[in-house]
């Protein structure tokens, strides 16, 4: 589903990934851990297409397309998605009114039929079902001040609503408590499907015990340093991370 | 950085075309002579041209204003010319077959519903064409329950009493440098009488357009609604783009008496100049309302996009006992473009009331401001404004000033000013793409968003209308 090859990008004329490959097939999830600065929201961005990163070298293929020379909203629409760590505020716009018309983009690239109000209200009730969200944040204006757990509720709710071929979910669990975290881990599960992958970028192993990933790569100074397995996460989660740092550095002998 | 913002094309002005059209003109320059030649081409009475020479020679004691927040070279008064109308020389045609087929033409390309029989919108329309008004829709159907919509010049024939008691009681002819240029020089505009008691039935429309390169408009709008009356009036305004400047200083006047309402919109689109700043309008219009009478009540609601250079603050003067005045902007500069635009709201009766409500959108490298003012006098007892003024700024060479100004002479005045500045960023439109959405559509939306308390205040289709003039005129300026 996605393949990326030897890429690098920068920030500003800074680097930051600087060589990264990953393969992901279809019913995979994913892990991308690190310590904070180490590129992992870049990544995310970068695969998403965010005006502010300039990719330097190397290739990424998403369904056999070069994701470069889709725009982003392009990107969006051939089913890629990123719930992103820190949400915007839009406001003025409302939520409901939002996610219709993200809804009907999809559908309309897609040669569906697209929902009038009436029928993606009948269509969105069953979805916050899901994210355990009051309707009335339906109402208000995209974002505008949502808690930090409000936020992520919304992200996920858009992710249900465009049932997203690859989700990338940066930091899910940060400004979440416990039950909620369990609640949008759950949402994330029941949203996964054979055809679908998941990403998912964490710097705390914690959310890794909803969403269960099958590989685990571990991120640092743009590069990725090692990789391996569930019990990958689990050994993190023990260690930290500079031991993974200080292995690479040694080439892998201690 | 930005590439999302360009990456929108760019939209030319669609309604930047010239008619050819034989036009019967004056000589470009401004003198005694040339307001006689006005007055007498229009038939005019003794006491109108009275009128004219007083506010010429007023004016010509008066200075440019040089407060606002613009930029410009002084318009050369002596090059503008001050009359041009369509030929046939006829200012008010008897029937639509006689209008110029050309002229028709521009009209629907305009889309204005000029034919009677298109006209099943429900929109009385008077058209405007450089300085004559060409046509009125509708005029039987509205004279039936006693209305008055005719053009400025025909009023003067068929209603000079009415027009003698109103014109120049709310903007006197010297009341400020463009004012006294209009009065002397105006040229036509439309006249609304609504009698007591009445509700006109369907809304009341003037379309401008400025065709002759060289001409400046002038046009004089008065609306007078009696006790207990009630209209809404809209207006609408193109040109065709010249890469010189034209003028435009028209004067509104407004009169509500007791329990009378005014509802008043505009979508102003003229030529805003190209990219670079080259040609475009300069607005220098004096628009005002008297809520003359107990409980009269008038609203304000403009939609700003075009125009080089706007100076224009619609205002209220209250002065009878719980009127209310009302005023709802959107005003949206790009590129070069300048706006000085607000209000001012003059408390003089008890319990009056007043609500501004501003929405500055400001692009590329174009400069937009409220100035606004409230003045509350000593014997306004009870009186009270809100005023929300917000700016948008798109990309990071344009700006936003907003210069609110109160003056309160009555302790028991309550008065509430609230402001903000908000950017369409980069982040917000990236969060919409990456939702699927393209990036004119979510600029579209935001905007929307940002506008939606004035856009509310708008008739159905004008506020449809407004809405795509907003996406347009951002399109491959944001960032
Ligand atoms: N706007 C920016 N300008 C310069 N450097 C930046 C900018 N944004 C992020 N960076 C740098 O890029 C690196 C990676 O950041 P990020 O991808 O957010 O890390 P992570 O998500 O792993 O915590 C960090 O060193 C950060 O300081
Ligand atoms: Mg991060």
């Given at each position: 589903m996605l393949s990326i090859k030897n890429l690098t990008a920068s920030i500003n004329g800074t680097p930051v990934l600087k060589g990264i490959d990953l393969e992901i097939k279809a019913g995979e999830i994913h892990a991308i851990m690190g310590p904070n600065g180490s590129g992992k929201s870049t990544l995310g961005k970068v695969l998403v297409g965010h005006p502010s990163y300039e990719v330097t070298g190397g290739e990424v293929l998403f369904e056999g397309k070069n994701l470069?020379?889709?725009?982003?909203?392009?990107?969006?629409?051939?089913?890629?998605?990123?719930?992103?760590?820190?949400?915007?505020?839009?406001?003025?716009v409302s939520n409901a009114a939002f996610l219709r018309l993200a809804y009907n983009k999809k559908a309309e690239a897609e040669g569906r039929d697209e929902l009038d109000p009436l029928e993606f209200d009948d269509f969105i009730r069953e979805k916050i079902k899901l994210v355990s969200m009051k309707e009335a944040f339906l109402d208000r204006s995209l974002n505008e001040g949502f808690s930090g757990g409000e936020k992520k509720r919304n992200e996920i709710l858009q992710m249900a609503v465009l049932e997203p071929k690859l989700a990338i979910?940066?930091?899910?669990?940060?400004?979440?408590?416990?039950?909620?975290?369990?609640?949008?881990?759950?949402?994330?599960?029941?949203?996964?499907?054979?055809?679908?992958?998941?990403?998912?970028?964490?710097?705390?192993?914690?959310?890794?015990?909803?969403?269960?990933?099958?590989?685990?790569?571990?991120?640092?100074?743009?590069?990725?340093?090692?990789?391996?397995?569930?019990?990958?996460?689990?050994?993190?989660?023990?260690?930290?991370?500079?031991?993974?740092?200080?292995?690479?550095?040694?080439?892998?002998h201690r | 950085m930005n590439s999302t913002f360009q990456g929108v094309t760019s939209q030319e002005?669609?309604?930047?075309?010239?008619?050819?059209?034989?036009?019967?003109?004056?000589?470009?320059?401004?003198?005694?002579?040339?307001?006689?030649?006005?007055?007498?081409?229009?038939?005019?009475?003794?006491?109108?041209?009275?009128?004219?020479?007083?506010?010429?020679?007023?004016?010509?004691?008066?200075?440019?204003?040089?407060?606002?927040?613009?930029?410009?070279?002084?318009?050369?008064?002596?090059?503008?010319?001050?009359?041009?109308?369509?030929?046939?020389?006829?200012?008010?045609?008897?029937?639509?077959?006689?209008?110029?087929?050309?002229?028709?033409?521009?009209?629907?390309?305009?889309?204005?519903?000029?034919?009677?029989?298109?006209?099943?919108a429900g929109v009385a329309v008077d058209?405007?064409?450089?300085s004559v008004s060409v046509t009125t829709t509708y005029k039987e159907k509205l004279a039936a329950v006693g209305i008055i919509f005719c053009s400025f010049s025909e009023a003067v024939k068929t209603?000079?009493?009415?027009?003698?008691?109103?014109?120049?009681?709310?903007?006197?002819?010297?009341?400020?440098?463009?004012?006294?240029?209009?009065?002397?020089?105006?040229?036509?505009?439309?006249?609304?009488?609504?009698?007591?008691?009445?509700?006109?039935?369907?809304?009341?429309?003037?379309?401008?357009?400025?065709?002759?390169?060289?001409?400046?408009?002038?046009?004089?709008?008065?609306?007078?609604?009696?006790?207990?009356?009630?209209?809404?009036?809209?207006?609408?305004?193109?040109?065709?783009?010249?890469?010189?400047?034209?003028?435009?200083?028209?004067?509104?006047?407004?009169?509500?008496?007791?329990?009378a309402s005014i509802k008043y919109s505009t979508v102003q689109n003229w030529y805003a100049g190209d990219k670079d700043g080259k040609g475009g309008i300069f607005n220098f219009v004096t628009k005002r309302g008297l809520c003359k009478g107990r409980g009269s009540h008038i609203s304000w609601t403009q939609v700003e996009t075009g125009s080089a250079i706007t100076w224009k603050y619609p205002s209220c003067v209250l002065l009878g006992d719980d009127s209310i005045g009302e005023f709802y902007s959107v005003a949206l500069t790009n590129h070069k473009q300048q706006a000085d635009t607000g209000t001012k709201m003059i408390h003089i009766g008890r319990n009056t009331k007043s609500t501004i409500i501003s929405k500055g959108i400001s692009a590329g490298d174009s400069s937009n401001s409220y100035r606004g003012l409230v003045k509350v006098q000593p014997k306004a007892e009870g009186a009270r404004n809100f005023s929300q003024c917000d700016s948008m700024l798109i990309g990071?060479?344009?700006?936003?000033?907003?210069?609110?100004t109160l003056d309160v002479q009555n302790r028991s005045a309550r008065v509430e000013h609230e402001a903000t500045t908000s950017k369409i960023g980069e982040e917000q439109l990236f969060y919409f793409q990456q939702r699927g959405i393209p990036a004119e559509e979510a600029i579209s939306m935001i905007i929307n968003g940002f506008c939606k308390d004035v856009f509310r205040e708008l008739p159905m289709e004008f506020a449809v209308e407004a809405t795509k003039l907003l996406s347009l005129k951002l399109e491959g300026s944001v960032g």
């Open positions: 470069f020379d889709l725009e982003p909203d392009v990107r969006a629409r051939a089913g890629l998605f990123m719930g992103f760590q820190h949400p915007i505020e839009v406001p003025g979910l940066d930091e899910l669990d940060s400004g979440l408590d416990i039950d909620a975290l369990r609640v949008l881990g759950d949402a994330v599960n029941k949203l996964m499907r054979p055809d679908h992958a998941l990403l998912v970028i964490t710097h705390f192993p914690r959310i890794l015990e909803t969403i269960r990933p099958q590989f685990v790569h571990v991120l640092s100074g743009g590069r990725i340093l090692k990789q391996g397995g569930p019990g990958l996460a689990i050994e993190l989660e023990e260690r930290g991370y500079d031991w993974v740092v200080e292995e690479a550095a040694t080439g892998g | 002005y669609k309604y930047g075309f010239v008619t050819d059209i034989e036009a019967d003109s004056v000589a470009p320059g401004l003198n005694e002579e040339v307001i006689r030649f006005i007055s007498a081409k229009k038939g005019e009475p003794d006491w109108l041209l009275d009128f004219r020479l007083k506010a010429y020679r007023h004016w010509l004691t008066l200075a440019e204003p040089g407060w606002a927040k613009v930029q410009y070279p002084t318009p050369d008064f002596q090059k503008i010319v001050y009359y041009s109308a369509p030929r046939p020389k006829k200012a008010q045609f008897a029937s639509m077959d006689e209008v110029d087929p050309e002229l028709k033409r521009t009209f629907e390309k305009l889309g204005v519903p000029i034919h009677e029989q298109e006209a099943l058209v405007v064409f450089d209603h000079p009493d009415l027009v003698k008691r109103y014109l120049g009681s709310v903007v006197p002819a010297a009341d400020n440098f463009y004012a006294a240029l209009n009065s002397a020089v105006f040229t036509d505009g439309s006249f609304v009488f609504i009698p007591k008691g009445v509700a006109c039935p369907m809304d009341l429309s003037t379309y401008f357009r400025i065709n002759n390169q060289e001409s400046g408009q002038f046009e004089r709008t008065l609306i007078v609604a009696e006790e207990g009356a009630s209209v809404s009036y809209l207006e609408g305004c193109t040109a065709p783009r010249f890469d010189t400047n034209q003028l435009h200083a028209a004067v509104v006047e407004l009169v509500a008496l007791d329990h990071h060479t344009c700006s936003a000033n907003t210069f609110p």
